[in-house]
């Protein structure tokens, strides 16, 4: 598991390769000086979205960033009764 001080870091450097300095620099200050609740910021977001939508852009995440780990997919079914997408 993680350190916290590790998680800070790296997502400091993820905002940092994305953003660039001063926008990661600000969007934390955003954060702060709103003192905004993730949970609530998601659910919005997440709420405004048909799941058709978010469904679409989930499956166009996973065609642009394919999975790069060691893991291996075993199934994709979401019930046992479906059938076993070979």
Not at 6 to 28: P, Q, R, S, W, Y
Not at 42 to 62: G, N, W
């Amino acid at each position: 598991m993680m350190a916290e001080t590790d998680i800070m870091t790296e997502g400091m450097n993820c905002l940092t390769e994305h953003l660039g300095t001063l926008k990661a620099e600000m969007f934390v200050a955003a954060i702060i000086r709103e003192n905004i609740d993730y949970t609530e910021w998601q659910r919005a977001y997440f709420d405004a979205k048909s799941p058709a939508e978010i469904s679409r852009k989930a499956a166009q995440h996973e065609k642009d960033h394919p999975f790069q780990g060691n893991a291996v997919r075993l199934s994709r079914r979401l019930r046992p009764e479906d059938p076993d997408p070979v």
